[in-house]
T-cell receptor, first 113, second 114 residues
Framework: DTGVSQDPRHKITKRGQNVTFRCDPI?????LYWYRQTLGQGPEFLTY????????KSRLLSDRFSAERPKGSFSTLEIQRTEQGDSAMYLC???????????FGEGSRLTVL | QKEVEQDPGPLSVPEGAIVSLNCTYS??????FMWYRQYSRKGPELLMY????GNKEDGRFTAQVDKSSKYISLFIRDSQPSDSATYLC??????????????FGQGTILTVHP
């Protein structure tokens, strides 16, 4: 499978715990995006990388959220001190060029109890 | 007011019907327009990608863009039960660091019943 891969697919955690999600993009894609989707809503942009550089962050990305893409390959999204409002599907996407098609992974679903 | 407005439905149609899905947007900086299909508990997959005003056809799907009215549509002909999914419109602004950042509509839930 050469698509975008996300891990874990589902994470259940208690409020206050830290969680980390991993995304492996399509290998030749230099752009990588993180989106968040809550029930009944469309995905909302969080941040994106071109190679290893984080070019933009949404105001939705509070200081509890941090994303990295070391060496321009896989990316991680960490949420510290999780809150119930963080419960959502976290989607990763990659593209080859800035106006190219975004290919999405199947998402990592977070449930905060 | 959201930048992209989409009627969430739900929309229920019989098999074989023509389906019309629509979005309006407020920011004229949006230049690229897409429709994604999302099955339950899956990531969105791209159906149509258009840039200019006018129609683009791909099989049973036709995407229509009217930049003057800030209105886009997706038509599905001869709808099938397998088309049952959430349909999301999405847009990209051209230029600057926002290039490539998608803004999505809320999504319309479509059910095609046999």
């Amino acid at each position: 499978d050469t698509g975008v891969s996300q891990d874990p697919r589902h994470k259940i955690t208690k409020r206050g715990q830290n969680v980390t999600f991993r995304c492996d993009p399509i290998s030749e894609h230099n752009r990588l995006y993180w989106y968040r989707q809550t029930l009944g809503q469309g995905p909302e942009f969080l941040t994106y990388f071109q190679n290893e550089a984080q070019l933009e962050k949404s105001r939705l990305l509070s200081d509890r959220f941090s994303a990295e893409r070391p060496k321009g390959s896989f990316s991680t999204l960490e949420i510290q001190r999780t809150e119930q409002g963080d419960s959502a599907m976290y989607l990763c996407a990659s593209s080859q060029t800035r106006d190219g098609e975004l290919f999405f992974g199947e998402g990592s679903r977070l449930t905060v109890l | 007011q959201k930048e992209v407005e989409q009627d969430p439905g739900p929309l229920s149609v019989p098999e074989g019907a023509i389906v019309s899905l629509n979005c309006t947007y407020s920011n004229s900086a949006f230049q690229y327009f897409m429709w994604y299909r999302q099955y339950s508990r899956k990531g969105p997959e791209l159906l149509m990608y258009t840039y200019s005003s006018g129609n683009k056809e791909d099989g049973r799907f036709t995407a229509q863009v009217d930049k003057s009215s800030k209105y886009i549509s997706l038509f599905i002909r001869d709808s099938q039960p397998s088309d049952s999914a959430t349909y999301l419109c999405a847009m990209i602004m051209a230029g600057g660091t926002s290039y490539g950042k998608l803004t999505f509509g809320q999504g319309t839930i479509l059910t095609v019943h046999p």
